[in-house]
């Protein structure tokens, strides 16, 4: 016989283990904000922009073709910037205590499609640091940039700077936490579901009934001390009247 599951068993379940389901739920997300807030340590973003633009005085129009071999290059530019030839000079120009690897995992490189503008981004646990490794970067880019290409289309837009109140970009504690309360939540209720299948004791009538298939006559009701003191009063009045009706 196939089982199935009803809306009002589901409901009941989740009404029966609701302490458990709650508890999971509110130490997921504790934990979650307590290793983003005591434990993670906080990573600071700093960016500058580069314009790629070749400069022709004797040129009064726009080239079209100049804006696309720009633009093109820019995917080379990309490359160049995260190689050890501009890293190993931003290290040692800052005395940075970081390997080239450990640099190149920290810089991005954004650009916008058919834009001769590209950003260079770069995270750090102090801000300062960040802001001056993004600059160095974008400045040994340019004076190199002659030297490696042959050309010198590259123009620094705009230098990163200190905000006066810079906010982390990670972590971010409060989308942590929504994250783990929505997993705590799920592993509530799975874990309740869980503990549903795995109990087999027979508890009600309804059991019994799913159980032997077979249909229940009677039911033995719950009683307290109160109700059962009671009962027992009843029946022993009772005896003794029979034995004086016998008498």
Request: charge should be negative; charged fraction near 20%; glycine fraction near 2%.
């Amino acid at each position: 016989m196939e089982e199935t599951i009803s809306l009002k068993e589901i409901f009941s379940t989740l009404t029966k283990r609701i302490k458990l389901i709650l508890l999971i739920t509110l130490v997921a997300t504790a934990i979650s904000g307590l290793v983003s807030y005591f434990v993670l340590t906080p990573i600071y973003q700093s960016s500058s922009q580069i314009l790629v633009n070749q400069t022709n005085p004797d040129q009064q129009s726009i080239d079209v073709n100049q804006v696309r071999t720009n633009v093109e290059m820019i995917n080379t530019y990309r490359v160049i910037i995260k190689s050890p030839t501009i890293l190993e000079q931003v290290i040692n120009e800052l005395d940075l205590d970081m390997t080239v690897s450990q640099l190149t995992d920290s810089i991005t490189v954004n650009s916008e499609q058919n834009s001769q503008v590209f950003s260079i981004a770069a995270q750090h646990p102090d801000p300062l640091t960040a802001v001056n490794i993004v600059n160095t970067v974008g400045d040994t880019f340019q004076k190199e940039i002659p030297n490696i290409m042959n050309v010198d289309n590259v123009s620094i837009l705009s230098k990163a700077e200190v905000p006066d109140n810079p906010s982390p970009v990670n972590p971010k504690p409060l989308l942590n936490m929504a994250i783990a309360f929505v997993v705590g939540l799920m592993a509530g209720v799975g874990l309740a579901f869980l503990l549903e299948y795995l109990d087999n004791t027979v508890k009600t009538e309804q059991d019994i009934e799913k159980l032997l298939e077979l249909p229940v006559i009677g039911v033995v009701p719950e009683m307290n001390e109160e109700e059962f003191q009671h009962a027992r009063s009843r029946v022993s009045k009772a005896r003794v009247g029979s034995e004086s009706f016998e008498a």
